[in-house]
C-alpha cells in the first residue's frame, strides 16, 4: 500500500505525493526557549523524526526544519528575572535541547533556524502583506486582519464570529478587531528591539514560523508539524499569513502529534505541570523512553508517568533480549534466514513497512517487531545458528527504522570466579550432566549473573 498521512487541514488520511518528485520537505515548529526541555519537547521532535526516518528508508530526500524561538515575553521575563540577558535564557535551553535530543537518538535537523536571525525575512514577508491589505500598521505594531482572509479557522474548524466572543483588545493594543493578531510588536523599555520600516520592535510569534519555513523549504512544502496544542491558534494564523502572502498553500499535510499527559492531566506550561527531561534521563535510559514513546501512535494522547516507564522498561528489554542473543550487532550479514523463519522475516518486514504507510502507526509497527523477536527466540532455542542471526539482523534493521536498537550490548569484564563457573557448567553440559549444570547455573544467578545458552556459546549479563 502507498504512504498515506492524515492531514489535520482536510480531516483524512491522503496518499502522500511529494511538492518535488524524490523529496521530502518538512517543517516541526520546536522549542520556545523560556525553559528547559520537557517530555513534550521530545515527543514532538520524535513524532517528526520518525516520519523523516520512515521517508528516508523509502527512498525520499528529506530537508528537515526544526526551529527556536529565541525571543519572545517569557523569555524576556525570565531573563529579567534573574538579571541576565535574553541570550543567555535562549542558548543554554537550546544546548540543553539539542544534548537531549542527541541522548534520545534524535536526528539532528537539516537545518534548525532562530527567529533572531531570520529579521530581514520577516520585514520582507509583512510589507507584502501591508502592500496587499491583509496586515496594517497601529501605533508601532503591525496586525494581521484575520477577516481580510474570508476562510480563516479552516484548519481548527473555527468560526470568525464564534471565536470574537472569547477575545478582547488589551489596554496598549491599537489593533482593529480582537482577533488581529500581531506581526510586529513596538519596542518597550527594557525590551530587546530591531529596527524596522515601522520602527524599533520585535516579531510576533506566528510570523516567524512562516518566514523561516520558507525561506528553507520553498512557498508550498510537504510536511508541517508541531503539537495539537498549536492548531489554534499558531498554525491557522501560519496558514493565514502565509496564503495571503503567496497566494499558495504553506504545506500540503498538517500533522499534528498528540498532547503529553501526567498521571491524566494534560502537561501545561501554565501549570507547571511538566516532566523534565533532565529528571527523566537520571532515572530511566533514554532507549526505553524513546521505545514507550513510539508504542503510541503519534495522533494519540499518551500517559508518561514513572509506573509505565519502568513497565516500558522490562517489555523493551523482551523485544531486545533475542537481539542480543544473536549477537545481531556485530554479525555479519550472509544468507536470508529459509523454512518458517524465513517466512516469519518476510511477514514481519510486510507488516512493518503496511504500519508505517498507514500514517506512520509506530505502534502497530512495533507490534510486528514483537512478534519477530519471538521468531528469532524460537530459532535461537531450537539451535538454528547461521539463520537465527540472520533473522536477528532484520529484527535490529526494522528497528532502526525506527531508531530503536541503537545501544550495542556492553562487554562486561567477568571475575575469574565467574568465568570458572561457566566453564565447569559447560562441561557439565557436553557430558550431559544437567543436575551438575543447572546447579551451576544456581549458582552463578546468587552472584547476579544470568547465562543466555545461544549458538555461539554462553552469553552473560547482570540479573
Keep these: 500500500m502507498p504512504l498515506r498521512i492524515y492531514d489535520t487541514l482536510r480531516r483524512e488520511k491522503r496518499e502522500f505525493v511529494p511538492v518535488t518528485p524524490g523529496q521530502a520537505k518538512m517543517y516541526v515548529c520546536g522549542m520556545t526557549v523560556q525553559n528547559w526541555p520537557h517530555v513534550g519537547h521530545i515527543r514532538a521532535s520524535l513524532s517528526g523524526e520518525v516520519m523523516r526516518r520512515y521517508l528516508e528508508h523509502v527512498g525520499f530526500t528529506v530537508t528537515y526544519v526544526y526551529n527556536f524561538t529565541d525571543v519572545d515575553d517569557k523569555i524576556i521575563e525570565r531573563a529579567n528575572a534573574e538579571g541576565i540577558e535574553y541570550q543567555s535564557v535562549s542558548e543554554r535551553n537550546i544546548d540543553a535541547y539539542l544534548r537531549f535530543a542527541e541522548q534520545h537518538n534524535i536526528l539532528p535537523a537539516t537545518h534548525y533556524p532562530r527567529a533572531t536571525r531570520h529579521i530581514p525575512e520577516m520585514h520582507s514577508m509583512i510589507a507584502k502583506l501591508i502592500e496587499s491589505g491583509h496586515a496594517y500598521t497601529a501605533g508601532g505594531d503591525v496586525y494581521f486582519d484575520v477577516r481580510s482572509k474570508p476562510d480563516y479557522g479552516k484548519l481548527s474548524g473555527r468560526r470568525v464570529d464564534d471565536m470574537r ?107 507547571g505541570n511538566l516532566f523534565f527531561i533532565e529528571d527523566i534521563v537520571s532515572r530511566v535510559d533514554p532507549e526505553v523512553v524513546r521505545y514507550y514513546l513510539l508504542s503510541t501512535h503519534y495522533r494519540s494522547p499518551i500517559d508518561f508517568t514513572l509506573e509505565r516507564l519502568e513497565e516500558a522498561a522490562v517489555a523493551y528489554a523482551r523485544l531486545r533480549s533475542p537481539l542480543e542473543r544473536a549477537e545481531a550487532w556485530t554479525a555479519i550479514d550472509g544468507a536470508p534466514a529459509g523454512g518458517w523463519l524465513g517466512e516469519a522475516v518476510a511477514e514481519a518486514d510486510r507488516l512493518f513497512h503496511e504500519a508505517m504507510n498507514d500514517d506512520f502507526n509506530s505502534a502497530r509497527a512495533i507490534g510486528h517487531l514483537f512478534d519477530l523477536s519471538r521468531q528469532v527466540n524460537r530459532a535461537l532455542d531450537e539451535g538454528l545458528g547461521p539463520a537465527a542471526r540472520s533473522a536477528g539482523r532484520s529484527l535490529l534493521k526494522l528497528g532502526s527504522v525506527l531508531g530503536l536498537f541503537w545501544k550495542a550490548p556492553v562487554s562486561e569484564v567477568w571475575s575469574d570466579d565467574v568465568q570458572q563457573l561457566v566453564q565447569a557448567r559447560e562441561q557439565a553440559r557436553k557430558s550431559r550432566d544437567w543436575k551438575r549444570a543447572d546447579a551451576l547455573r544456581d549458582r552463578l544467578l546468587d552472584r547476579g549473573v544470568v547465562v543466555e545458552d545461544g549458538p555461539a556459546g554462553p552469553k552473560l549479563k547482570r540479573r
Design 165 to 271: 466572543e472569547g477575545y478582547r483588545i488589551e489596554p496598549g493594543e491599537a489593533k482593529r478587531d480582537p482577533l488581529d493578531f500581531a506581526l510586529w510588536k513596538g519596542s518597550k523599555p527594557g525590551e530587546p528591539a530591531w529596527e524596522s520600516p515601522w520602527g524599533p520592535g520585535r516579531p510576533g510569534w506566528h510570523i516567524e514560523c512562516s518566514a523561516m519555513a520558507m525561506k528553507y523549504l520553498g512557498d508550498t512544502f510537504d510536511i508541517h508539524g508541531g503539537g495539537q496544542d498549536l492548531i489554534f491558534p499558531h498554525h491557522e494564523n501560519e496558514i493565514a499569513q502565509s496564503e495571503a502572502c503567496t497566494g499558495r498553500p504553506l504545506a500540503n499535510y498538517w500533522s499534528q502529534n498528540g498532547m503529553v499527559n501526567l498521571g491524566g492531566e494534560k502537561m501545561s506550561k501554565s501549570t
